[in-house]
């Protein structure tokens, strides 16, 4: 078996009740409810190879979270098919749910009032973790996160980073083969954002874990993936290869030039998308940056240059700009 | 099924609840201030040697001040954090991981209820010794160890109904209501207010045939020597009846409860 997710046609509907604020709707409700209808996924399909890491994109609504916890077996799917390591989700099974693990950016599963440690050896007990491996991976880990000396400290005198941090530990120590990510570094300064990144992308590669992680912010997954999934309104619009991605939404770079002095006339005029003074900035077709960095050194004296790819920010909002308005 | 999991969550819990042993003392002594109007009353009523539906003065004040005591740990309610997960969607944490989330939250319920019902001894032991030599012990060890089982089966019981009522959040958007009910029509129906028989008779008849009599009045029933031998195995098996038939209608609605569950959030 060289698939560790395979998703085939998946749908998944939310209905919810819809209502009017005041008295007289709230009566009409409770007589005649009336329901709202969501498509939150509209015939999905992918699948993820064993130890490829895989970043998930999309905007606020687009059904990143909901296909991620139908993966993890916390929804039921209401059409189509799930697969994680050969097992449905859904059905809950002792021996799936030992081996994947789930961190939500957004919440928490530790107890506020106790220290991290007594919750791990709780995980410990439900996942049957033989003490030596336990102690093993939870120094490991704990060095690797350098929170050893946080570890008897109880979890609401902790930062939001070191919290995160403990969440990844706990949601690892039975050690999982695929991980599900919903935005890990969520509200986390750049700093605590950066390390966490570089952990996770240090121990996915190490332990060959596969890995499917949504995210707003793109550098999480330009730094830990090498595949994204584009999705919007329920419908994949991209599955590839981060460079195709970029190449196929953005197939533009951005060329900065500072001269020597002020020229009149400069190359490349129909991609000029700032001047200012001697500060130049084009946005060309990938193919023509050879040509005009070529007439730029011929035809002028150039100070500082540079050619940039296009952030994924950029490529993204490039990617979901005609659909904007239809959701 | 492993059990020492289960065993840990309920040591978490006590040492949780610990952290707030002064809070459930005050929070007990507020409880229990209506039980010192209730007893003077009684008092009143009855007279030193006074009876009433067979109670004699001690066993009735007896039955006040345990009943009390007991119903911490055998009434129901509705279960904050279980319809607080499932409104808030922390119960995926739960579904994921390997275990069953109504031990789950049994064995927190009975790791933080424990250290609140020791706590209330220091409460209730006082109104005890008030009542003197009148105060009711169990008539033999043999009833000591007939409370004992009929306790353990109403708190099971009343954690089926605990888990139901909270279960309630799957389809309910404000579950006050669920709550109201549990707060105060099953300590009526348990027995907390008076006790069965000095209800009207159909009335009466009514509450011994509802389950909420086992949380309650018949456990106090057996503590004070009224119930015993065949009565006793007679309601035992009432309590077993009700507990198995509950632990079933629960697992049916949460499995559907579980259908209609979103995960919001996160």
Same mark, same amino acid.
């Given at each position: 078996m060289?698939s560790?997710i395979?998703?085939?046609n998946?749908?998944?509907?939310?209905?919810?009740?819809?209502?009017?604020?005041?008295?007289r709707?709230a009566l009409r409700?409770?007589?005649?409810p009336?329901?709202?209808?969501? @498509?939150?996924?509209?015939? +999905?399909?992918?699948?993820v %190879?064993?130890g490829?890491?895989v970043?998930?994109?999309?905007p606020?609504?687009? !059904?990143?979270t909901t296909?991620?916890?139908?993966?993890?077996g916390?929804l039921?799917?209401?059409?189509g098919e799930?697969e /994680?390591l !050969?097992f449905?989700p859904w059905k809950g099974?002792?021996?799936?749910?030992?081996?994947?693990?789930?961190v939500m950016?957004?919440k928490g599963?530790l107890w506020w009032?106790?220290?991290?440690l007594?919750l791990?050896?709780l995980?410990?007990e439900m996942?049957?973790?033989p003490f030596p491996v336990?102690?093993?991976?939870?120094d490991d880990?704990?060095g690797?996160?350098r929170v050893?000396?946080?570890l008897?400290?109880?979890?609401?005198?902790l930062?939001?980073?070191?919290r995160?941090?403990m969440?990844l530990?706990?949601?690892l120590?039975?050690?999982p083969?695929v991980?599900?990510?919903?935005?890990?570094?969520l509200?986390l300064?750049?700093?605590?954002q950066?390390?966490?990144r570089?952990?996770?992308?240090?121990?996915?590669?190490e332990?060959?874990?596969?890995l499917?992680m949504a995210?707003h912010y793109?550098?999480?997954?330009e730094?830990?993936?090498?595949?994204v999934?584009?999705?919007?309104a329920?419908r994949?619009?991209?599955d !590839?290869p981060?460079s195709?991605l970029k190449?196929?939404?953005a197939?533009f %770079?951005e060329v900065r030039?500072?001269l020597?002095?002020a020229?009149?006339?400069?190359p490349?005029?129909?991609w000029l998308v700032e001047?200012?003074?001697?500060?130049?900035?084009?946005?060309?077709?990938?193919? @023509?940056?050879?040509m005009?960095?070529q007439?730029?050194?011929? @035809?002028?004296?150039?100070?500082d240059?540079s050619?940039?790819?296009?952030?994924?920010?950029?490529v993204?909002?490039?990617?979901?700009?005609p659909?904007?308005? !239809?959701? | 099924?492993r059990?020492?999991?289960?065993?840990? /969550?309920?040591r978490l819990?006590?040492q949780?609840?610990a952290?707030?042993?002064?809070?459930?003392?005050l929070?007990?002594?507020?409880a229990?201030?209506?039980?010192?109007g209730?007893l003077l009353?009684w008092?009143?009523?009855?007279?030193?040697?006074?009876r009433?539906?067979g109670f004699?003065r001690?066993?009735?004040?007896?039955?006040?001040?345990?009943?009390?005591?007991?119903?911490?740990?055998?009434?129901?309610?509705?279960?904050?954090?279980?319809?607080?997960?499932?409104y808030?969607?922390d119960?995926?944490f739960h579904?994921?991981?390997p275990?069953?989330?109504?031990l789950?939250?049994?064995a927190?319920i009975?790791?933080?209820k424990?250290p609140?019902a020791?706590?209330?001894?220091?409460v209730v +032991?006082?109104?005890a010794?008030?009542?003197?030599?009148a105060?009711?012990?169990p008539?033999?060890v043999?009833?000591?160890a007939?409370?004992?089982v009929?306790?353990a089966l109403?708190?099971a019981l009343?954690?089926?109904?605990t888990?139901?009522?909270?279960?309630?959040?799957f389809?309910?958007?404000?579950t006050?209501g669920?709550s109201?009910l549990?707060?105060?029509?099953v300590?009526?129906?348990?027995?907390?207010l008076l006790?069965?028989?000095?209800?009207?008779?159909?009335v009466?008849?009514?509450?011994h045939?509802l389950?909420?009599?086992?949380?309650?009045y018949?456990?106090?029933q057996?503590?004070?020597g009224?119930?015993s031998?065949?009565?006793?195995?007679?309601?035992?098996?009432?309590q077993?009846a009700?507990l198995?038939g509950?632990?079933l209608l629960?697992?049916?609605?949460?499995?559907?409860?579980l259908r209609r569950f979103r995960a919001?959030?996160?």
């Amino acid at each position: 078996m060289s698939s560790a997710i395979v998703v085939r046609n998946l749908h998944k509907i939310y209905r919810s009740p819809q209502r009017e604020p005041g008295l007289r709707a709230a009566l009409r409700h409770l007589i005649a409810p009336r329901y709202r209808t969501v @498509q939150a996924l509209q015939g +999905v399909s992918f699948t993820v %190879r064993l130890g490829e890491a895989v970043g998930y994109l999309g905007p606020n609504g687009a !059904g990143k979270t909901t296909t991620l916890k139908i993966l993890a077996g916390v929804l039921f799917p209401d059409a189509g098919e799930v697969e /994680v390591l !050969g097992f449905e989700p859904w059905k809950g099974e002792t021996a799936f749910k030992k081996r994947i693990a789930f961190v939500m950016g957004r919440k928490g599963q530790l107890w506020w009032d106790l220290p991290a440690l007594d919750l791990f050896h709780l995980f410990r007990e439900m996942y049957e973790v033989p003490f030596p491996v336990f102690r093993r991976r939870l120094d490991d880990l704990a060095g690797r996160f350098r929170v050893t000396d946080l570890l008897s400290v109880p979890v609401r005198n902790l930062s939001l980073g070191e919290r995160m941090k403990m969440e990844l530990i706990a949601a690892l120590l039975h050690g999982p083969q695929v991980l599900f990510l919903d935005e890990p570094t969520l509200g986390l300064d750049v700093m605590a954002q950066h390390e966490i990144r570089a952990l996770l992308r240090e121990y996915v590669r190490e332990q060959g874990l596969t890995l499917l992680m949504a995210s707003h912010y793109m550098r999480d997954v330009e730094a830990i993936c090498d595949r994204v999934i584009l999705l919007d309104a329920g419908r994949i619009r991209f599955d !590839g290869p981060l460079s195709e991605l970029k190449a196929r939404y953005a197939p533009f %770079r951005e060329v900065r030039a500072t001269l020597a002095s002020a020229a009149s006339a400069v190359p490349g005029a129909a991609w000029l998308v700032e001047r200012a003074g001697p500060r130049l900035r084009w946005r060309v077709p990938r193919e @023509q940056v050879p040509m005009l960095l070529q007439q730029l050194t011929a @035809q002028t004296e150039v100070v500082d240059l540079s050619v940039q790819e296009p952030a994924l920010e950029d490529v993204l909002r490039e990617a979901f700009a005609p659909n904007r308005a !239809g959701r | 099924m492993r059990w020492r999991k289960y065993l840990t /969550v309920a040591r978490l819990a006590v040492q949780e609840a610990a952290a707030y042993r002064l809070n459930h003392f005050l929070s007990f002594l507020v409880a229990a201030v209506p039980l010192l109007g209730l007893l003077l009353l009684w008092e009143q009523v009855l007279g030193p040697q006074g009876r009433l539906a067979g109670f004699t003065r001690g066993e009735m004040l007896t039955y006040f001040i345990l009943t009390r005591w007991l119903y911490e740990l055998t009434g129901p309610a509705v279960w904050w954090d279980i319809t607080y997960e499932i409104y808030q969607g922390d119960l995926a944490f739960h579904l994921l991981r390997p275990q069953r989330y109504d031990l789950y939250h049994f064995a927190l319920i009975l790791g933080s209820k424990l250290p609140y019902a020791l706590v209330g001894l220091g409460v209730v +032991v006082p109104f005890a010794l008030s009542v003197g030599a009148a105060w009711v012990w169990p008539p033999s060890v043999g009833a000591w160890a007939a409370f004992g089982v009929s306790v353990a089966l109403a708190v099971a019981l009343a954690y089926q109904f605990t888990f139901l009522f909270s279960l309630s959040a799957f389809w309910l958007e404000d579950t006050g209501g669920v709550s109201l009910l549990a707060d105060f029509v099953v300590p009526l129906a348990a027995g907390s207010l008076l006790p069965l028989d000095l209800f009207p008779r159909p009335v009466a008849a009514l509450l011994h045939a509802l389950p909420f009599a086992q949380l309650l009045y018949f456990p106090a029933q057996v503590y004070l020597g009224r119930v015993s031998g065949a009565a006793w195995l007679r309601g035992v098996g009432v309590q077993l009846a009700w507990l198995v038939g509950l632990f079933l209608l629960n697992g049916w609605v949460w499995r559907r409860g579980l259908r209609r569950f979103r995960a919001v959030g996160g």
